[in-house]
């Protein structure tokens, strides 16, 4: 089992930052690859970036890339998503997910956290 709490997520003016934080404990966290996945009301969950084990290779989604940034600490396991130039159409829930097998952009990941709230204001 691998837990994964995320935090900082807040209410931001539209053109603001925001880091996002994804604590994972349980198991080993390098073992698996990391996304960050995000929900709006009414909408599916969809992937915003994800991040290879060792951190040297990452994905973005079309509408995320140049403004947001995934990192990860293997020695904090901890996963980041910086969040840059927000717009109001990034308002969602968004959830860190663990996967042990190779990244995908969908929703099969092995285990989630609980969501944080990310709002974006006009």
């Known amino acids: 089992q691998v837990q994964l709490v995320e935090s900082g997520g807040g209410l931001v003016q539209a053109g603001g930052s925001l880091s996002l934080s994804c604590a994972a404990s349980?198991?080993?966290?390098?073992?698996?690859?990391m996304g960050w996945f995000r929900q709006a009301p009414g909408k599916e969950r969809e992937f915003v970036a994800g991040?290879?084990?060792?951190?040297?290779?990452?994905y973005y989604a079309d509408s995320v890339k140049g403004r947001f940034t995934i990192s990860r600490d293997n020695a904090k396991n901890t996963v980041y998503l910086q969040m840059n130039s927000l717009e109001p159409e990034d308002t969602a829930v968004y959830y860190c997910?663990?996967?042990?097998?190779?990244?995908?952009?969908?929703?099969?990941?092995?285990?989630w956290g609980q969501g944080t709230q990310v709002t974006v204001s006009s």
């Open positions: 991040i290879s084990r060792g951190g040297t290779r990452t």
């Open positions: 997910a663990a996967r042990s097998s190779v990244l995908v952009v969908t929703t099969e990941y092995d285990y």
């Open positions: 349980g198991r080993t966290f390098s073992n698996y690859v």
